[in-house]
Each structure stands twice: as C-alpha cells, then as structure tokens.
C-alpha cells in the first residue's frame, strides 16, 4: 500500500465512520423537537418518555460523532497538509462558521441531555431547537467546504501563488447551495426512515405499544417528507455536476463519448481500458434531458480528459446507481406511507408494510456513503478540482499504513460496541398501552 | 502594533487558556478517576462523572476552535505543525476517541460495576495519554526543532526528534499536573459530603506541588531543550515581575487549598494556570513555531483575517451567554456545599 493510498483510505475511512454520527447528530434533534412540542401540547406521557428514550440513544451518537470530527479536522492537516497550506484561509469562513455552529450546537447539548429536571419546560424544548439549528447549520457549513473543492472560486493564482482572497465568493462557491440542499434533506431522510424501521419492526412485535406507534408516527412523517423533497434537491445538484464537473457526471454515467442526445444508463458495466460500457440499460436522450432540460444536448464524455484526469470510473458509476436506487426505493415508502395513512385515515401499521419499512431501515445510509463516493471518488485525481492534485497534497510522513490500520480497527472496535448499546437501549423500549 | 493576526492569535491563546480551564479538567477527571483510592473510591468516580457530564462535549468544542483558527489564520504553521509532530497528535487523538467514546459508553452501558470499572480504566487511561501528548507538541513547538522554509513550506524534519526529547515530554508531564490540580480544586466545590471534599484536597495539594516540580523542571529543560523560550522567560524587562506574580498566585492558592477556602481556590488556580499559558505565550511570542515561523510570516491575507474576526465578535455574542447559562445550570453553586464548607472552616478555626 503506498503512502498516499493509505492516506486516501485512512481519510475515506474517517469520513464514512463519521458522517453515521454526524448525520444522527443532526437530524434526531428533529424527531426529539417534534416528541417534546407533542408532550408540551398534549401532555400526553408517551410523548415525553419518547423524546427521552431518543435522547439517550443519540448521546451515545452525538458523543462519537463529536470525537470523530475532531480527528477529521485534525487529519486535514495530518494528511493533506500541502491542501491545508493553501486551501485553509480560503475555505476559512465556512470552518469558522461551523465551528461556531457546532459550539451551540454542543453548549446546548448539554443542557437538553442533563436538564430535563433542571431547567422550565420551554427553556428545555428550546434548548432542544438549538441543538438542531446548531448540528443542520454546521453540517451545512462543512458541506460548504467540501463544495469549494468541487467548484473553487474566490481567489486568483498569480505566478503560483494565491492571491485576491475573498472567503465570502470562496464559501458562496457554485456547488455550495445544492450539495448542502442535497446533504441536508438526506441527513433527514436516512435517519427519519431508519428510526422508522426499527420501531416498524418493534410494532410487528408488540403491536399496542403506543409508544412505538408514536415513535413510528413521528419517525416516517419526516422520512417522508424529506423523500419527497429529495429528488428536487438531486436535481438542482446533477444540474451543477453536468456545468461545472463535467467529468464526474460522465464518470457517474460511464458516458466515454462526448454526444448529443445522451443515453441515461441504468446498471452497466464500465470498461476502464476498453474505455466502454457494456451490459447497461439505455434510456434514450435521457442524460441530456435531465443534465441540461433539453434532449439534445452535449454530453462531455470520460475520452475529453487523458486518462490521468479521469476519476475511478467503476466505482463513481456504482455508487451513483446505489444512491439513485436506495433513494427510489424510499421515495416509494412515503409516498405509499402517505397513501395507506389517507385511505385507511390511521397510522399504517399492515403487517406487509410494517416489514417494507424494516428492510428500509438502512437504505437512507447506505444512499449518504454511496453520495459521498460519488462526490468525492469523482472528484478525483484532484483534492481540488483542476487545482491541485490529491497526490500533491499529502504528507511527507512514511509508514502511513499503520495510522491508518490504528484508526481502522479503533472505529470497527467502536461500531461494535454503539451497536450492542444501540441494540439493547431499544430493546429495552418501554411498554406503554391504551387503558381504554 | 496590534495587526489582525495578533487579534487572531490573542483569541487562540484565549482559547487555549479556557481550553485548559475547563477541559483541561474534564481530563484531570479522568485522572483523579484513574487513581481513585481509598474507602470512597466509587463515590469520587460517581462525582467524577456527574461534574463532567453535561459539560464536556462544549469544553471539548475549545480544541476545534483553536484548531480551525490555526488553519485559516496560519495555514503553514498548521501544515508545519500536523507534519512535523503526525505521531503525537495521532495519538492525542486516539486519546480524545477512547475517552469521550468510553464516558459516553458507561454513562449507558448496563450499570454494573465489571463493565463500569472496564470503560472507567479506558477513560481514565486516555485522560492521561492525551493532555501528555498535547502538552508535548506544544512543547515540541515551542523548542525551536522543527525548520521550515517559509517560502517552499517545506518541513525538515525526521517526524521524530522535534518531539521525542526531555523538554516537550517535561511540558507533557507539567500539562498533565495543571490538569490534575484544575480537578482536583473544581471537585472540592462539587459535593458537599465532607469527607470526599478532603480527597479532592489531599489531591489537589499533592498536584500543587507536582505543578511547582514539574514547572522547574521545565524551566531548568528549557535551556538546553528550548532556548529562544528560556530567553524570553529569563531575559525579557517583563520576565522577572511576571514569575514573581505567577509564583505569589500559586502559593496563594497552596495556602487557600491548605486552609481549605475551597471558593478562593477555584478562583486563585485558574488565575495561576493562565498565568502559565500566557507567560509562555509571551515568552514565545514573536514566534508560532520557533525558530522559523512567526504570527506575521505564516498570516493568511488581512481579506481572511477581517472576517473571520467580524464571525469571532458574532460568536462571542452568541456563545458567551449560552456557555455561560450553561455553567450556571450545572454549576451554579450548590448550597449545600456551601454551607458544608463553611462547616468545616469555622470548625478548623476553633
């Protein structure tokens, strides 16, 4: 394993760990809000013990997700230090934000978490809303940063160097609105139907329990909602990828041949040396229409680029088909969630749905780390697009194989024990029925 | 003249001295946890946890503050800094998962005291490893062995012997005390059960003493392990008023501890420690990293510096108050303790 493999890995790695936490982090704030203003409003019981049982499954999260990001902010300079060199006071004003953001976000964790008994019931459902301003704010800040590695604007290079720094142009940079757009509703969606499924499996079992119909009320109601939005988001997103990425979204569509009137491509089995794809199922015009909203238009494929300036194709195109498909397959649950609810005018709890909801339990996951693949793996070879090369940025440092083999085995060490507590804080649900 | 990097560079020694003030304690807890004796050994963990609880996941955001400002206001002492010295911060940062993952773990992990005593040791172990490996990159910078070329930012250096040497492991070792003499004094205030509050006495006097060590032994390293720091601490018009200053706070708190004025003490250390923070910091200053780089030569362009210091003004506003109302929640002083402490000062004084 070279150096900068084990540097891509350990960052990669890091990343996918953190990003479970982190999206936890920012959306169950949301289903605790919704609980809690439901207790306030009813004063219904269940509603409390529900925004308590989610409280303490995500500090386990929180607490993980709030170590792991401190090593990512770390590992920038650890590994990348060359990038940090020279992207650091550009990207500047999106970091200082987001850390300001995660303050809050962190200052009133602490108070929602610890004082349920300590402080008025409003001050406590506050503390609670800025938990979530704090968490969607600051992921939407770091996203921001990641944008600008896509699309860098906001500085010139004269004679090498960089100059005209203008943080403000670097942070509004063209990818920032729709990635965070996308990143954000997605952190929603996976976590409303991931908590969805898990109290749809519970309901299967125990199926008065109001608590876990409460849970499963509040839970798909926000997994649905955000389906919904979600194929706006990816639109506006694959919009700017096909203007200003051209190369990534022929990565993403194993598109070699730059045409007009291109084929979307569904499955497909891209050929990095024959520089074609085989066994895919076209749809014809399709990728110009959605790229651009017109049939004809012109496609940039992989052959534009030398070989050396094409991202790994197979793995861009594959995670690419993961996202789309995990997301389809949500959209449908709410959209049928919806439709059962509206017909039967009651929670829908039909056995066949129930179990639909359980196999989605992972699915809004696995569409974030596929994104991120896409996102990122596209990105490459370059940490910034056109700019720098990864292989520039990285550190002098040898022997990067063993932090990389320490952080992998921390964090698999560290999954296993989140599940076990995970698996028995739900376990340990607490049974509350209807007297009636 | 003050110029935006000083401004920026003010904030991060600010930062780092409230770093140090609160979770600097939050690891001197781990410590007192890890060596927790005696016939009250469970009731200091259970203390232990409860101060900590609520409040450290904000402390901790202390340590992402300084880092982002290091890399946006002084990008190439950044990248300097996380190459020349990759191998203790990774292993401060294997420090900071296992400690926060394993407090978060036995808060909720079955309440038994096998699996409570297994997470207890991880947490405490890595409350040890971390201050120590924080302290000996701050001591690695400020030694003088890590050389960059300001223009290329090319580092030279073996990853190793800017670190592994007498001065930064002393300055580990100094850290680690302050730590645990930040605890031990903050923990007094947290009961008001008598007996537990002389543990934390015993304690915090024992790292009073190990603070004064472990500060002359520094400094005694410093001539040979940090050179341009000693100059500024023995030579400077400012040096010798300042070590008598920060000597008379220190034995002013001994005696405060000693005498048990608990309420005085938790004022008194906390001065004591950022008088240490900010005489190294003046003592290194111009430098950021001796012997090479200083706050103006590594400074991002004053287009970076302005706004992020217009986001720092915002976020004192806003995060002043809230961290505030936090302490006040939590740490609002308990009445009880109060009047337990003054129990036994007035019984001291018959």
């Known amino acids: 394993m070279t150096d900068l493999l084990a540097a891509r890995a350990q960052m990669a790695m890091s990343l996918a760990f953190h990003i479970i936490f982190a999206v936890v982090g920012i959306a169950m704030p949301l289903l605790m809000v919704i609980a809690e203003g439901m207790w306030i409003k009813t004063r219904e019981e269940v509603y409390l013990t529900l925004a308590k049982q989610w409280a303490k499954g995500t500090a386990i999260m929180f607490a993980v997700g709030a170590v792991s990001g401190t090593v990512l902010s770390f590992e920038l300079g650890l590994l990348w230090p060359e990038f940090m060199a020279y992207a650091g006071p550009i990207i500047g004003m999106p970091f200082s934000l987001e850390g300001l953001a995660f303050f809050l976000e962190a200052i009133f964790l602490g108070l929602y978490l610890y004082g349920w008994e300590r402080i008025p019931k409003y001050a406590h459902w506050f503390a609670g809303m800025m938990v979530l301003l704090g968490g969607t704010l600051s992921g939407i800040f770091v996203v921001t940063a990641n944008a600008w590695m896509n699309t860098p604007t906001g500085f010139s290079i004269v004679n090498g160097e960089v100059t005209n720094v203008d943080p403000i142009a670097a942070m509004l940079n063209p990818s920032s609105f729709s990635q965070a757009l996308h990143m954000t509703i997605a952190a929603f969606l996976a976590v409303g139907f991931a908590v969805a499924g898990i109290h749809a499996y519970l309901l299967r079992r125990d199926p008065d329990n109001l608590f876990h119909r409460r849970a499963f009320a509040i839970a798909l109601s926000v997994g649905a909602v955000f389906a919904i939005l979600q194929p706006i988001s990816g639109d506006i997103s694959a919009k700017r990828v096909a203007k200003y990425q051209p190369i990534k979204l022929a990565a993403m569509e194993a598109q070699w041949e730059t045409e007009r009137g291109a084929p979307l491509r569904i499955g497909g089995i891209p050929d990095e040396d024959a520089e074609e794809t085989r066994y895919a199922l076209e749809i014809p015009k399709a990728l110009s229409f959605l790229a651009h909203f017109d049939f004809n238009a012109e496609i940039m494929g992989l052959k534009e680029v030398p070989r050396e300036d094409r991202p790994p194709v197979i793995i861009v195109h594959f995670a690419f088909q993961i996202m789309v498909a995990c997301g389809i397959v949500l959209i449908i649950a709410g959209l049928l969630g919806g439709w059962l609810a509206w017909k039967h005018k009651n929670l829908p709890t039909q056995s066949w749905y129930l179990r639909f909801i359980t196999l989605c339990t992972p699915l809004g996951f696995i569409a974030i780390e596929a994104g991120w693949t896409v996102t990122e793996v596209g990105r490459q070879p370059w940490v910034i697009y056109n700019i720098m090369r990864t292989s520039e940025a990285v550190t002098p440092m040898p022997n990067l194989v063993i932090p990389f083999v320490s952080f992998t085995v921390l964090y698999i060490f560290l999954s296993i024990i989140v599940f076990v507590l995970l698996r028995r804080h739900i376990f340990q649900s607490p049974r509350l029925y209807d007297t009636v | ?350």
């Open chain 2, 1 to 350: 003249m003050l110029t935006l990097e000083l401004c920026v560079a003010g904030v991060m020694l600010i930062s780092l001295v409230i770093y140090v003030l609160t979770g600097g304690a939050d690891f001197g807890g781990g410590i007192w946890d890890l060596f927790a004796t005696g016939p009250r050994t469970k009731a200091q963990r259970t203390l232990i946890i409860q101060a900590i609880a609520p409040i450290w996941e904000a402390n901790h955001v202390w340590l992402i503050v300084i880092v982002v400002l290091l890399f946006v206001a002084f990008p190439v002492a950044f990248a300097a800094i996380s190459t020349a010295l990759h191998i203790p911060l990774t292993l401060m940062l294997i420090g900071i998962v296992l400690r926060g993952s394993a407090f978060v773990f036995r808060t909720y992990d079955v309440q038994s005291d096998t699996t409570h005593r297994r997470w207890s040791r991880v947490f405490a172990i890595a409350s040890v490893i971390t201050p120590v490996m924080l302290g000996i990159t701050l001591g690695a910078v400020a030694s003088g062995t890590i050389h960059v070329d300001v223009k290329t930012r090319v580092v030279d250096t073996d990853f190793i012997s800017a670190w592994f040497a007498p001065f930064p492991f002393a300055i580990g070792f100094f850290t680690l005390t302050l730590c645990a003499l930040l605890a031990a004094v903050y923990l007094t205030l947290e009961t008001d059960d008598p007996e537990l509050q002389e543990d934390f006495r015993r304690r915090a006097l024992i790292s009073a003493v190990s603070v004064g060590a472990m500060a002359g032994l520094s400094f005694i390293l410093s001539a040979e392990g940090a050179p341009t720091i000693r100059r500024g601490l023995g030579n400077a018009p400012w040096s010798i008023p300042f070590h008598i200053l920060t000597g008379a706070v220190a034995l002013w708190a001994i005696w405060t501890i000693w005498s048990r004025q608990f309420r005085l003490a938790r004022l008194l250390v906390p001065i004591q420690v950022t008088l240490i923070v900010f005489g190294w910091g003046l003592a290194q200053y111009p430098y950021l990293v001796t012997p090479d780089l200083t706050f103006s030569n590594t400074a991002a362009p004053d287009t970076v510096l302005r706004p992020v210091l217009i986001v720092l003004s915002i976020g004192i506003v806003l995060l002043v108050p809230a961290f505030w109302y936090l302490y006040a929640v939590f740490k609002g002083t308990p009445r009880k303790t109060e009047a337990a402490a003054g129990r036994i000062d007035a019984s001291r004084k018959d």
